[in-house]
DNA sequence: GTGAGGATGCAAATCATTCTCAAGTGTCAG
DNA sequence: CTGACACTTGAGAATGATTTGCATCCTCAC
């Protein structure tokens, strides 16, 4: 009945309502990364009447707490997903808008000695990659 | 008198104005990576009448005629430079807003691999590095 | 069970950016 | 020179995502 997150945010303290275990679960069973309007409308599915202003108080809510991450993807429009799992990366379809997760050890480890090189310690960094399918037989 | 980019606005082929001259101007000169409202500020000292649409306009005629580049530091504003110079990113350090380039040729080979091995062709990318100024003594 | 502090819904406000539109400018034919 | 056409500009209105003010409602430690 409780959904992954809400369980996260009652270990946290955070003090639950109605609106923010439909927003907690909304997320938890989101296997993709839905903007904020799509959060809206699967909320709504659950519980028609909350409203606009109180899925993007909890979903800053959620993120400032950690339990979950903010993206963009350069559309003007956050989206957001779970943070529990292996931190990773995206690289969007820019054809179908399609986001596929990578993770990539080496990547980050580079950016921590251009970081450490710049005199700088890393703190946080942003990365994606945005390409169109490739027909396998040609390659590059 | 005419400033580098104005040159190229030139050799594109693209139709000047007083207008474009001095925003092609305010760029040439800087050497930063200014917003859109110190883009104005500074076109004003130039023309105290040029209104901040068409800063945002020639703006736009620039980055399309891929002559200057849109930045997003994530902090809701576009910034933009010249797009001249070798490919590079940038690290913000998130203390004093200071903006470190760099430029990395094993990062750019890593992400076209990570690409192709999603079977995808690498269009475009973004990275930024986020840090604060490490103390030379400690290390990490 | 109660109360204080926090949360909600709604509408209005922000903020960056784009658009509308009337007026201005440049180029060229006649 | 004159008019026409295409494009540009400034001002302000419009947009779209996000935040906020406010009156009301709910949660949770006591
Ligand atoms: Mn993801
Ligand atoms: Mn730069
Ligand atoms: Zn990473
Ligand atoms: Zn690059």
Redesign the pocket.
């Known amino acids: 009945m409780t959904s992954h997150i809400e369980q996260l945010c009652i270990e946290k303290g ?7 275990r439909v927003v907690a679960r909304v997320l938890s069973e989101a296997n993709d990364h839905p ?3 799509q959060v809206h409308i699967r909320a709504m599915r659950i ?1 028609p ?6 899925v ?3 979903l ?2 959620l993120e400032e707490a950690s339990i979950i991450e903010r993206l963009d993807f350069g559309d ?3 989206r957001y997903e779970e943070a529990c799992e292996r931190h990773h990366h995206h690289l969007i379809d820019i054809q179908t808008g399609e986001v596929i997760e990578f993770i990539n050890d080496e990547i980050e480890e580079l950016k921590r000695k251009i970081a450490h090189d710049l005199n700088y310690r890393l703190i946080g960094h942003r990365l994606e990659l945005y390409g169109i399918k490739r027909r396998t037989d040609k390659d590059e």
Chains 1, 2 share one sequence.
Do not use: F
């Open positions: 955070l003090k639950m309502t109605d609106q923010r903007d904020v309007e519980d009447n909350i409203s606009i202003a109180t993007y108080r909890s800053r809510l003007g429009r956050s």
